[in-house]
């Protein structure tokens, strides 16, 4: 017998709900996008019509009629917001970064671990196949040392040039899939120092507990053809590649709601779950704090 759809309310109706997390909640079958409700009410209403959906008023009304809130708002809003989801028992589908201070995101850990509710970071890169291959390759490589490189245009030019992106920069909105990828590929980051402004090029060298270093260059606000998210590998084997951007042609959406789903039916959460998010918030914290 298959089961109901999850019943899932989506706090926003910006650029990022619009283009990820509506139609993926919308597609199901494990999801059903049940409401939106969003700061604006005009956007909620016509982004929920276009999924057959409702705009709700009032964030206590979403959370009365869904089993699971998915946040597609700034990082303070999310960290607030989802603190009461958490107190209410809802299953959160969280993005990165969880907040914009450690002390937020650390309180929104608390109480996903009080309420013991199921959390899920969206990831993108982690639910692609390409990715997925790359970093099980990654952890056999022995690799003893690591480039990256995140660089766009995103926060000046096209949908995704929002406030909190201009002022807090790189390290928020770029650094979680960074630090993210790097540790998958090889293991714990110990130590970060950085040179850089965020809100234009940030450069970092990292020590992971293998041993292995790391050199990481961010910007979100480049003039280029494209975006370039590459990270390349060295040890014993020789080189080891990944290009992101080239691997974006691969849909995530169906793999990270069907995850999503299996966690809350199991209620036993994947590895990218809130901790890993708090993991995140912290290899930010360190970076700034070197910055500083």
Not at 29 to 44: G, I
Not at 70 to 83: E, I, N, T, W
Not at 250 to 268: C, D, I, K, N
Request: glycine fraction near 8%; include cysteine.
């Amino acid at each position: 017998m298959t089961p109901a759809p999850i019943r899932v309310g989506l706090a926003g109706a910006g650029p990022w709900a619009e283009r990820a997390y509506a139609p993926m909640l919308a597609a199901g079958p494990e999801t059903r996008l049940e409401c939106v409700w969003a700061r604006r009410p005009e956007a909620a209403a016509a982004l929920a019509s276009v999924h057959g959906s409702e705009a709700v008023a009032s964030f206590a009304e979403l959370l009365a009629r869904c089993d699971a809130v998915a946040f597609a708002v700034p990082p303070d809003v999310q960290a607030a917001l989802g603190v009461q989801a958490a107190e209410a028992g809802r299953a959160l589908l969280l993005d990165k970064p969880l907040a914009l201070t450690l002390a937020d995101a650390e309180r929104l850990a608390a109480a996903v671990t009080a309420s013991g509710v199921v959390t899920q970071v969206m990831l993108t890169h982690r639910f692609r196949p390409a990715a997925r291959a790359f970093l099980e390759e990654a952890r056999a490589s022995g690799a003893i040392g690591a480039r990256l490189a995140f660089l766009s245009g995103a926060f000046v030019r096209g949908p995704y040039a929002c406030a909190w992106r201009r002022e807090h920069g790189a390290l928020h909105d770029l650094g979680p899939h960074a630090f993210d990828l790097l540790d998958a590929a090889l293991g714990p980051i110990e130590s970060i120092v950085g040179r850089g402004d965020p809100r234009a090029f940030v450069a970092l060298s990292c020590r992971h507990a293998s041993g292995a270093v790391s050199e990481v260059t961010l910007s979100g606000v480049m003039t280029l053809p494209q975006s370039v998210f590459e990270l390349e590998l060295y040890g014993p084997n020789g080189r080891l590649a990944f290009d992101a951007v080239a691997a974006s042609s691969e849909e995530p959406w169906s793999a990270a709601r069907a995850a999503f789903a299996a966690a809350f039916r199991t209620g036993r959460p994947g590895a990218l779950d809130v901790q890993r998010g708090l993991l995140l918030q912290r290899w930010i914290d360190a970076a700034l704090r070197s910055l500083a």
